[in-house]
């Protein structure tokens, strides 16, 4: 008795806490609100006035928010070893994660917001909304499978909910800008500089990567792998990386005109890769996947996670 | 609309996009060239596995032992069935107990441990390992 009872407090403790952020966030920024949630242009926010309060805008936001999420975050909230990691995550190291995507939500935002003279104030504001989505449709995902019940442990039960967060919380960011279609979407900016490529990149790299960090399979290639297959590996990374972004004209490519092509490797498609490889020890390292192990299986599972790190690296230089 | 989206890569950059690219240059070259070496000295390599006894405890239910396997050969081995016995002093097996260790990858160890009713202070203990797959 004592024990249930325990956990129903528990579990009743997580949900006043997650309503009271989200309760939090739409007290303190309504009036803002108005336009700049999701998909508001700038005409109509300066045709209806500062203060209005759109109620239709600021619905469809959340919806484009929740619909990211899935979208994004639906392959991992389905994966098995997410569920497990939800208890048998190293607690610091999953605090860590879920610190560093607060700046990583804020430079997305700030990257992708809506208008050009976004302010961080507005980043900070978006990226925090995102997350509060973001745990809202992994809480909501997990309760339909079944995952979360009352008898759920209070560590596994923040857990779950905290790690899907993640790539819940980049989804609704990206389904806001990617899945509306608002004329004055700052994503265009031809002069965006090189310290936002290189984040858009770790960006890519670590979506992809998150989605398949927690997976056996991607220790098991690599210890079914020789050292000629990892050195394939390499190889083949860089050329598609390359490849996307320089050679196969993708809307979103990159021009090189009087620009010698190894002059964008090295500068553009190198760091990159780098990247994607750092992106991808960060990820082992944190679902625990490296304890124990001596550096070259190390070395040989980061290239084999680098892989999809480095396409989906290319992809956001594209994309986003 | 496409042609607006397209980027283009300027002739003359700052210096720091040639440090970053050096730099990175010089990392991947140094990963491959320890991939490489790593290639020629780890020909028809073979696992070496080797179990270590770390500690005893009394639990609710027996007695538990604790273990580590290392792997110092070159190659990573599978599926590694860990069998610990009890044995009287007619090297005789009283209690026997197995746990299957999933992976043991190269130059690595893992920890474990197994579970006996009986206190294997009392009598000799022996744990090896007694087999492996390849991954």
């Known amino acids: ?320 | 609309m496409a042609s607006s989206r397209r980027k283009i890569v300027r002739r003359h950059p700052h210096w720091i996009e040639w440090t970053t690219g050096l730099l990175s240059t010089a990392l991947v070259a140094t990963m491959t060239g320890m991939i490489l070496y790593h290639g020629f000295t780890a020909k028809d390599a073979a696992p070496e596995l080797a179990v270590t006894v770390t500690a005893q405890r009394p639990t609710a239910q027996g007695f538990e032992v604790s273990f580590i396997v290392s792997n110092t050969g070159k190659k990573t081995a599978a599926g590694v069935p860990v069998t610990g016995r009890l044995l009287n002093d007619g090297q005789q097996p009283v209690e026997t107990r197995e746990v299957t260790i999933d992976y043991v990858p190269a130059q690595s160890q893992v920890e474990g441990a197994l579970l006996f009713s009986a206190d294997p202070g009392a009598s000799r203990l022996d744990v090896r390992a007694s087999g492996y797959s390849d991954p």
């Open chain 1, 1 to 320: 008795m004592s024990v249930i009872g325990y956990n129903i407090c528990a579990v009743y403790k997580t949900a006043q806490f997650l309503f009271s952020v989200q309760f939090l966030f739409s007290a303190l920024f309504l009036r803002q609100m108005s336009g700049v949630i999701m998909g508001g242009s700038g005409e109509t926010r300066a045709a209806a006035g500062e203060t209005a309060f759109r109620t239709t805008d600021f619905v469809t936001g959340l919806a484009r928010g929740i619909a990211g999420a899935l979208l994004f975050a639906l392959p991992m909230q389905m994966t098995m070893e997410m569920w497990d990691l939800g208890f048998a995550m190293d607690r610091f190291r999953l605090a860590l994660l879920l610190i560093l995507t607060v700046p990583l939500l804020i430079g997305i935002a700030h990257r992708i917001g809506f208008e050009k003279t976004v302010s961080w104030r507005e980043d900070i504001r978006d990226a925090m909304i995102a997350y509060a989505i973001g745990i809202l449709a992994s809480a909501m995902i997990l309760t339909l499978f079944k995952l979360l019940t009352p008898e759920t442990s209070e560590q596994d039960f923040l857990g779950k909910i905290a790690l899907q967060a993640v790539p819940a919380g980049i989804g609704a960011l990206l389904g806001r800008s990617q899945l509306g279609a608002d004329p004055d979407d700052a994503e265009d900016d031809p002069d965006s500089g090189y310290g936002a490529e290189l984040f858009m990149m770790a960006v890519g790299a670590l979506f992809l990567n998150l989605n398949m960090a927690p997976t056996e399979e991607m220790i098991l290639i690599s210890y079914k792998m020789t050292p000629w297959h990892a050195l394939a590996t390499i190889v083949l990374s860089i050329l598609v990386m390359h490849a996307f972004v320089y050679a196969v004209s993708f809307e979103g490519g990159h021009e090189l005109e009087d620009t010698p092509g190894w002059h964008a490797l090295i500068r553009f498609t190198l760091p990159g890769y780098v990247i994607a490889l750092l992106v991808s020890l960060y990820c082992l390292w944190s679902f625990g996947r490296l304890d124990g192990s001596g550096s070259m299986p190390a070395l040989m599972s980061t290239i084999v996670l680098g892989f999809p790190g480095a396409i989906g690296a290319a992809a956001a230089r594209l994309i986003l």
